[in-house]
């Protein structure tokens, strides 16, 4: 006969197995067992009777699986994993649809470029439509695994429609000509151009939530879902560079014009990767999960030496001499790898932990970050006084005041978190309620700054 | 022991279990912080057993609580036992219980008033 050790430790290597139950859980759930064992084993009951017993009592493992993965489907997406019954199956339908809608995107783009003349002339309308060649494809994709009504998907496919037409019908002042053609494009198109893809991406929530907005916590999924994108989809680009550099010094010297092939495929395959990447941080949940917190890990202190150094630099120096479009642009990357840290590693931490080094060396990232924004702002208040308002300058303040707003309300429950006086719900909840906002921000842009400019 | 296989066991509906569950577990939070199995055995001495929860499903609850920051937690060793997660009410659990209470109390109030002049109110306790 086995000893209760024994079947203690298969029960729990059982429960292990399970994606959804981490190893804290099990430890609570085990402490639970034997809590049960010692009291059944007082009213005479065998060591083997007693582990049965309490066995029984703690119901089916999938039951309690199937809970937990639904309390965590925000943290972890394991509703994806949680379902084990239809795991295989699911994984190799999702790929053939991942693929077909990466081909189909892929073929758009090279289809416009053609249309457009590429690669002699790049068209401006060919790059303020380049969110409409993609991410359609993207919406679709989720329409398809999400299993989407007929009427969900016609909601879904609104705000690509209103977008395609309204971008396309707005007269831009076009300051090129025929001898002229590189000249200075119009500002309002180039700022569509930039924003429309964070509308329509926010636009792919509604499909990917499977036509349900109204849970907050699967609305935090579409957050994560679109930090761990992005994760893959840089990895992604790194490979495909590597791929086509080594392909061009390979094939150059033997006389193969690569240059004139690589310009076709990068568009096409920018476009498809996007669609990959997104299936890609399905299927490969447990990869990103793991590789997320290694990246953070790495990542936030030398940010957070790097934003120090930086903010005593322009505390020094002043920034409005060095300060100019360009630097601004590098400033707003900035400010968004650094939400998408903290975001990151807050997400990854056990609630009930004491705060580490590590946080307070993030929250003092974070301080700085504030610091520089802060001064970002001062010298763009006194930019916009000098000089008045240009969509670029309106675009660009409204962009900075609210990532500080955003970071100084991270900041704010950060702090709360650590100390122990919040809990990550509060945080989650702050980033839910500004998805709205940044969606109705670059929403604005496209389709207010314009007219208000008068396409200038 | 021959008077419990006598009685019949009353079955409360699952989803009445699973309304019920929250209150109950923040209300015994409030008698003082607790662990996992103590608060089982609290709920089953507070409804003398007819009450009967799937012990697993206790935890993914405290969980979702924690989340909600309605508790805090953390693992501790007694002087004397095993080493156990014990689980505290916050402010805000409290405001949470205090809203499951108002509700709850509608809703009795409600029911006692309908049934009271009813009389299957004795058939279904006659028995017992």
């Known amino acids: 006969m086995r000893s209760l050790e024994a079947q203690i430790a298969e029960w729990r290597s059982f429960l292990t197995q399970n994606p959804a139950v981490d190893g804290h859980e099990v430890d609570e759930l085990e402490n639970h067992l034997r809590s049960q064992i010692t009291d059944l084993a007082t009213t005479g009951l065998s060591d083997d009777e007693a582990f049965l017993v309490a066995v029984k009592r703690m119901g089916s493992l999938d039951d309690l699986a199937d809970a937990y993965a639904q309390e965590y489907s925000g943290r972890l997406w394991k509703q994806i994993v949680g379902s084990t019954r239809d795991r295989t199956t699911d994984a190799t339908d999702g790929r053939l649809i991942a693929v077909t809608f990466a081909v189909a995107s892929a073929i758009a783009v090279a289809l416009t470029l053609l249309v457009g003349g590429y690669p002699d002339y790049e068209a401006s309308w060919l790059v303020r439509n380049a969110g409409l060649l993609v991410l359609p494809f993207l919406s679709g994709y989720f329409a398809v695994r999400q299993q989407l009504s007929a009427q969900q998907m016609l909601v879904s496919a609104i705000p690509f429609v209103v977008a395609a037409v309204l971008i396309n019908l707005y007269p831009y002042a076009d300051n090129t000509s025929e001898d002229f053609p590189y000249g200075e494009g119009s500002a309002t198109e180039l700022l569509v151009a930039l924003h429309l893809p964070v509308v329509l991406w926010i636009a792919c929530a509604y499909p990917y939530l499977g036509g349900d907005l109204k849970s907050r916590e699967r609305l935090m999924d579409f957050v994560r879902f679109t930090g761990e994108w992005f994760i893959y989809y840089v990895l992604l680009a790194l490979g495909g560079g590597v791929l086509l550099g080594l392909t061009a010094a390979i094939l150059e010297p033997a006389g193969v014009d690569v240059e004139s092939i690589i310009e076709w495929v990068l568009p096409a395959a920018a476009a498809g990767g996007v669609i990959v990447a997104a299936w890609l941080v399905e299927s490969k949940q447990a990869v990103i999960e793991n590789m997320a917190p290694v990246l953070t890990m790495v990542f936030t202190p030398l940010f957070a030496v790097m934003l120090i150094v930086s903010a005593i630099v322009y505390a020094v120096t002043g920034i409005g001499a060095a300060f100019d479009r360009e630097l601004l642009g590098v400033f707003d990357a900035l400010l968004i790898v650094v939400l998408g840290l903290v975001l990151y590693s807050i997400s990854a931490r056990e609630p009930s932990a004491p705060p580490t080094l590590m946080d307070r060396v993030q929250m003092a990232a974070v301080a700085a970050a504030l610091i520089l924004d ?31 707003v955003n970071l100084s309300g991270t900041a704010w429950y950060s702090v709360r978190l650590l100390t122990g006086r919040d809990t990550f719900h509060r945080l989650e909840g702050w980033q839910i309620s500004y998805l709205p906002v940044f969606a109705a921000w670059a929403a604005a842009v496209v389709i207010i700054l314009p007219p208000l400019f008068s396409f200038e | 022991m021959i008077d419990q296989g006598m009685v019949r066991t009353v079955q409360i509906d699952k989803d009445l279990v699973a309304a019920s569950a929250t209150p109950l577990v923040l209300a015994i939070l409030v008698e003082g912080e607790n662990y996992g199995y103590a608060i089982l055995k609290r709920v089953r001495e507070l409804s003398n057993g007819k009450l009967d929860w799937t012990d697993g499903m206790l935890y993914p609850l405290l969980h979702r609580l924690l989340r909600l920051g309605y508790v805090t937690t953390e693992w501790r060793t007694p002087p004397e036992g095993r080493r156990r997660k014990y689980y505290a009410i916050t402010d805000s659990g409290r405001a949470a219980l205090k809203e499951h209470h108002r509700q709850w109390v509608t809703v009795t109030d409600a029911l006692s008033e309908v049934w009271r002049d009813s009389d299957f109110s004795d058939f279904a306790l006659g028995n017992a």
């Open chain 1, 374 to 404: 802060a001064m970002v702002l001062g010298a763009m208040i006194v930019r916009i006084g000098d000089l008045g308002f240009t969509p670029n300058r309106l675009a660009a303040l409204g962009l900075n005041i609210m990532l500080f």
